[in-house]
């Protein structure tokens, strides 16, 4: 699932393990998500998206659209 993740932690100064310390997840995780390996469950979608103050469709590209 394409998505907007690397961006938006880039731009807030997080490294990899920055954001999954404040998702409750590993690097390697995040690393997934953001080389688009594994889709997030929907839990770990929305908590992305609360982390980052935008809707999830804004950070993740909905593929059945």
Same mark, same amino acid.
């Given at each position: 699932m394409?998505?907007?993740l690397k961006v938006l932690r880039a731009e807030q =100064?997080?490294?990899q393990q920055d954001l999954g310390d404040r998702l409750g997840v590993s690097r390697?995780?995040?690393n997934a998500l953001e080389t688009e390996k594994h889709d997030?469950?929907?839990d770990l979608a929305y908590r992305i998206a609360a982390?980052? =103050?935008r809707p999830v469709e804004d950070i993740f590209d909905n593929p059945h659209a």
């Amino acid at each position: 699932m394409r998505n907007r993740l690397k961006v938006l932690r880039a731009e807030q =100064g997080w490294t990899q393990q920055d954001l999954g310390d404040r998702l409750g997840v590993s690097r390697q995780a995040v690393n997934a998500l953001e080389t688009e390996k594994h889709d997030p469950s929907l839990d770990l979608a929305y908590r992305i998206a609360a982390m980052f =103050g935008r809707p999830v469709e804004d950070i993740f590209d909905n593929p059945h659209a």
